[in-house]
């Protein structure tokens, strides 16, 4: 389903008496710079808000779920854009792209998640382009029975 701030990566897999292949045949791996894994301790953990107006984030689950959720920032203001906020919940079959000029925030849906994110700046460049928000609308991060 395509998104207006975020969207996501197909992969595929590949398998054979040997096992399972999984991979996104993708040109975004031609932009990253760095990658790093989170893990929080708790569930009850939220990360967020965090942006950046020039670079490009990719989320994977590694192990778990997580709850994302994605919000453009006014580049005026750097503020957060709250009406148009977007939750997704980021697998490990579906890589997420978050794109520049965005800012996110997750919560992991079951112990031990990991997240692999993919960044396209280097830790220097990150950190010039980097924005932070407090957490204030708690109501986002509460998990929706169907």
């Known amino acids: ?27 975004f791996l031609e932009s990253v710079k760095r990658l790093y894994i989170v893990e929080n301790f708790s569930t009850e953990t ?6 950046h107006m020039k670079e490009e984030k990719f989320a994977l689950a590694l192990t778990g779920a997580a709850l994302f959720v994605v919000c ?14 977007e939750r997704v919940t980021v697998l490990s079959d579906r890589l997420l792209w978050i794109p520049a000029g965005c800012a ?36 986002l991060w509460k998990v929706e029975n169907r």
């Open 1 to 27: 389903m395509e998104r207006p701030y975020c969207r996501f990566i197909e992969g595929g897999f590949s398998t054979d008496e040997r096992g399972i292949l999984q991979f996104f045949n993708h040109p």
């Open 46 to 51: 939220i990360r967020g808000w965090h942006g």
């Open 72 to 85: 453009p920032i006014s580049a005026p203001g750097r503020q957060l854009v709250t009406a148009e906020w």
């Open 104 to 139: 996110h925030g997750f919560r992991c849906l079951i112990p031990s998640t990991r997240i692999l994110f993919f960044s396209t700046a280097t830790l220097e460049e990150s950190k010039a382009d980097d924005y932070r928000w407090a957490i204030t609308e708690n109501h």
